[in-house]
């Protein structure tokens, strides 16, 4: 019998409980739980963290889990590593569904940067109005350059923000390039942070930044340890039913 965990919290974790769901694959959707309002799923659904690896086991051996797919977000990668880890303690299968990482165009202004830190050092000296397109985890690490005005796109009401300057809005994506485009725009922005997340639903921010020629820091995603990875949902269909035969 085969019981899956399928990590989630992005598009393609609810495309594939969808997937699931119409295959009778008995599954279980796990978010982390950093949103009040989590997008519904067709399957069995757990909402909060598990504990660090050693809760993540815990909960494969109690559950009785066969398979684990990690379709958290790119840059998830605390929870990513923790199911590396409770998949060795276990010996139970991981398997990662990743989407492809964006790639720069000719028309493109990137400077790519390895982490949150780095991409505050890689702000202008200047005041500058800067669209933070990275969520709300690593805000108060731009609290060091308060000189800027921050524009902020979040799911969430954030509460006190700890930056000084700044102004949020509280929407859910996808948005268009035109959306995107009027956005970047309206506030005057002049330089755009992004985490290099991949995917097309929030790829509309870049193409809008290229079409007005604004400077983009692309925040490299965070390196983890080897994995078996795949960017096919037929992929992780085929895997769950057959496993070590994928050759993956």
């Given at each position: 019998?085969?019981?899956?965990?399928l990590?989630?919290?992005?598009?393609?974790?609810?495309?594939?409980a969808?997937?699931f769901?119409?295959?009778?694959?008995?599954?279980?959707?796990?978010?982390?739980?950093?949103?009040?309002?989590?997008?519904?799923?067709p399957?069995?659904t757990?909402v909060?963290?598990?504990?660090?690896?050693?809760?993540?086991?815990?909960?494969?051996?109690?559950?009785a889990?066969?398979?684990?797919?990690?379709?958290?977000h790119?840059?998830?990668?605390q929870?990513?590593?923790?199911?590396?880890?409770?998949?060795?303690?276990?010996?139970v299968?991981?398997l990662?569904?990743?989407?492809?990482?964006?790639?720069?165009?000719?028309?493109?202004?990137?400077?790519?940067?390895?982490?949150?830190?780095?991409?505050?050092?890689?702000?202008?000296q200047?005041?500058?109005?800067?669209?933070?397109?990275i969520?709300?985890?690593?805000?108060s690490?731009?609290?060091?350059?308060?000189?800027?005005?921050y524009?902020?796109?979040?799911?969430?009401?954030?509460g006190?923000l700890?930056?000084?300057?700044?102004?949020?809005?509280i929407?859910r994506?996808p948005?268009?390039?035109?959306e995107?485009?009027?956005?970047?725009?309206?506030?005057?922005?002049?330089?755009?942070?992004a985490?290099?997340s991949?995917?097309?639903?929030?790829?509309?921010?870049?193409?809008?930044?290229r079409?007005?020629?604004?400077?983009?820091?692309?925040i490299?995603?965070?390196?983890?340890?080897?994995?078996?990875?795949?960017?096919?949902?037929?992929?992780?269909?085929?895997w769950?039913?057959h496993?070590?035969?994928?050759?993956?």
């Amino acid at each position: 019998m085969t019981r899956v965990l399928l990590l989630g919290g992005t598009t393609e974790a609810s495309r594939l409980a969808r997937v699931f769901a119409e295959a009778g694959v008995d599954a279980v959707f796990s978010y982390a739980g950093r949103t009040s309002l989590p997008k519904a799923q067709p399957l069995p659904t757990r909402v909060g963290g598990f504990g660090g690896a050693e809760g993540l086991a815990r909960y494969l051996r109690e559950a009785a889990i066969t398979q684990v797919v990690d379709a958290t977000h790119p840059f998830a990668a605390q929870m990513s590593r923790n199911a590396i880890t409770a998949c060795q303690i276990t010996g139970v299968p991981l398997l990662a569904f990743e989407r492809a990482p964006w790639a720069p165009e000719v028309e493109d202004q990137w400077q790519r940067v390895p982490d949150i830190e780095a991409a505050v050092a890689a702000l202008p000296q200047a005041p500058s109005r800067i669209f933070l397109a990275i969520g709300k985890q690593n805000l108060s690490t731009f609290a060091s350059a308060p000189h800027h005005h921050y524009l902020l796109r979040l799911v969430d009401t954030p509460g006190a923000l700890p930056l000084p300057d700044a102004f949020a809005i509280i929407a859910r994506g996808p948005f268009s390039i035109a959306e995107d485009e009027a956005l970047l725009t309206t506030h005057r922005i002049t330089h755009v942070v992004a985490k290099n997340s991949g995917g097309e639903g929030a790829e509309a921010k870049l193409v809008a930044a290229r079409r007005l020629r604004l400077p983009v820091i692309m925040i490299d995603r965070p390196v983890l340890p080897d994995r078996n990875v795949t960017d096919s949902i037929e992929a992780v269909m085929a895997w769950i039913y057959h496993g070590a035969d994928l050759g993956v």
